[in-house]
């Protein structure tokens, strides 16, 4: 629309007074200059000014996701004064930005006002030669006029969208990150048996890992094997490496070198929906439960894999879930909100352990749920309390993403020291003399 009013202006006032083409030029020529000097810095101001916005989008959801645990921590303070900050960078972005297209704009309404001003000044000074009439001359002045808003809103709206093509920019690099491998497994690289994984055989051969090019190794050589149908215990101090272990089993990152073994078949040439979302294949049951919106009956089976609501109903029943105690089948058309917000940490747990259950209140009573529901899986958990794991097969000691001990909790207890010995140690003269009793029970 603004083009179509910039070029009927000229068209008029041409025909009015064609030695109005005579400003024109220089006008024209003029604005190139003026464009190209904006374009030099106005869409690197607009990319700035996006920037500098999604940290403070970040940080408001971080604050309201964790506002209970900032309190408790006292660092109200802190996180406000950060906020401020990312509000201060973002304000000093946009601020500069709007001050960019304010020089633009004001000079293009230079331009314009020129333009009138120099076919006024034609009229005044050569109307007795041109005969021109009032009529046309108002004509002349009006069309100028709209000549220099016409000017001003094309220019202004055309290096805006420029300025804005910056968010396509963004979205076309994020295109350009590395994508997952493929979903699908290419049969002529690996041939899977329907009913792959069998056993759980799980082996580790001189895994090597890291999260970015930029970073040290997260697993460095790790390699262990645990038997079929066997429970191994995951220990270490914070950065040792134990969510590492999970995150390269289910090819969360990718290995740089070495190989994962399920049932003898390299993990990294199956596709991802083979090694994640095979009905009897591996499973997860995070430390921070991860539930989706909806009702209860998609929170557990997502994908509507699971056609018979009675089967969700005891697997429920079996996590002692009270709605599905008390109700029955209403239950599964409850409300959960966006990551179980409407639940207790134990009750998100729970949940997740039903879907676990499908697929293949306390941390105790899910450990038990552990060991009477899943005789025949290999289990592997990553333990925060050695209570956990003293009766498991075996135990697996992280240090500096190597492997530092690796065993039956019985036998890593021989050695006064080694980590697992010291670890047990430090819990306290009482509880190592019951962590050690229930070693030497299994």
Known sequence: MSSSWLLS???????VLPWILIPLAPVTLIYI???????MSGPDLQRLDAITRSPIQASLAEGLEGAHI???????LKFAASFRHLINRNSAAMMNFLAGQRWLGFRIEIMGASLTTASSL??????????INAGMVGLLLQWSIVFTSALNFFFLRLTDSEARLTSIERIYNTSQLDSEAAWETDASVAVLDTLWPQNG??????????????LPLALSSVSFKLIAKSRCGIIGRTGSG??????????????????????????????LTDVRGREHGLRVIPQDPVLYAGSLRDCIDPFHLCTDDEIILEALKAVKHQGALKRGLATL??????????????????????????????????????RTR????????????????????????????????????????MDKNGIFASLVESSGPEAAQELRAIADQH
């Open 9 to 15: 202006s000229i068209v008029v006032m041409a025909v």
């Open 33 to 39: 200059y003026t464009q190209s000097y904006y374009r």
């Open 70 to 76: 900032i309190r408790a921590y006292r660092k109200e």
């Open 122 to 131: 034609i009229i005044i000074l050569a109307n007795e030669m041109l005969n």
């Open 201 to 214: 055989e799980l082996e580790f051969d001189h895994v090597c890992m890291r999260y970015r090019s930029d």
């Open 242 to 271: 134990k969510s590492s272990l999970i995150a390269s089993i289910l090819r969360i990152t990718e290995i740089e070198s070495g190989r994962i073994l399920l049932d003898g078949v390299d993990l990294s040439e199956i596709g």
């Open 333 to 370: 058309n409850d409300s959960i909100e966006e990551g179980g917000s409407n639940l207790s940490a134990g009750e998100r747990q729970l949940l997740c352990l039903a879907r676990a259950i499908i697929d293949s209140s306390t941390d105790s009573f899910i450990q038990e749920m552990l």
């Open 374 to 413: 899943f005789n025949d899986t290999t289990l592997l958990t990553i333990a925060h309390r050695l209570h956990t794991i003293m009766d498991y097969d075996t135990v697996l000691v992280m240090d500096n993403g190597r492997v530092a001990q690796f065993g039956p909790p019985k036998e890593l207890l």
